[in-house]
T-cell receptor, first 107, second 123 residues
């Protein structure tokens, strides 16, 4: 199975900061990666798919990049409503696998 | 409004069985790739399995942790997806989400999620 290593596992940043979360795949997954935001007690929400395509309705402060084995999700200007846990998901091969998650907190 | 609603969760003894249902409104499930994703208490997301579209004969894929114990099926007449779980173990305790893959051009994007249903496996 393809392993997805997400880092950091948690971070604390200030309002207005630029925040970057990374995911590394254990093998080449091309651009077969999506990013999800999950708030406590809620179902996840897709932000980015195909590594860099913004899902309809998602604010443009979220962006994704990368291909192959190294990917990143960036929040350009962190706001209080961005406090959540973020996950990457690879869909290059079965089983689909999620990263371990990054908990983003506001200082 | 497009919506997925899961049901069937609850408490079950180790070794027991349970069937989860996911009923859709606002979309026709036969045209959708559908997945199940679970989340153990306080843990991350885990993909459980996938059911492809009708044109692909509703073929399925499973995570190694559930293969041979869980089965995904559909009922077109009820516009529903099911997850039949047998041989349940304590490590299957989780919230189970029914999810639509709405990705374009072969990409995966889990864009519609149910509210989740909790399964607790305990004696």
């Amino acid at each position: 199975a393809i392993q997805m290593t997400q880092s950091p596992s948690s971070l604390s940043a200030s309002v207005g900061d630029r925040v970057t979360i990374t995911c590394r795949a254990s093998q080449d997954i091309r651009t077969d990666l999506s990013w999800y935001q999950q708030k406590p007690g809620k179902a996840p929400k897709v932000l980015i798919y195909a590594a860099s395509t913004l899902q309809n309705g998602v604010p443009s402060k979220f962006s994704g990049s990368g291909s192959g084995t190294h990917f990143s999700l960036t929040i350009s200007s962190l706001q209080p409503e961005d406090s959540a846990t973020y996950y990457c998901l690879q869909d290059d091969g079965y089983p689909l696998t999620f990263g371990g998650g990054t908990k983003v907190e506001i200082k | 409004e497009v919506q997925l609603v899961e049901s069937g969760g609850g408490l079950v003894q180790p070794g027991g069985s349970l069937r989860l249902s996911c009923t859709a409104s606002g979309l026709t499930l036969s045209d959708q790739y559908m997945d199940w994703v679970r989340q153990a208490p306080g843990k991350g997301l885990e993909w459980v399995g996938r059911s492809r579209i009708k044109a692909k004969n509703y073929t399925t894929e499973y995570a190694a942790s559930v293969r041979g114990r869980f089965t995904i099926s559909r009922d077109e007449s009820k516009n529903s997806l099911y997850l039949q779980m047998t041989g349940l173990k304590s490590e299957d305790t989780a919230v189970y989400y029914c999810v639509r893959d709405g990705g374009k051009l072969g990409a995966t994007a889990f864009d519609i999620w149910g509210q989740g249903t909790m399964i607790t496996v305990s004696s």
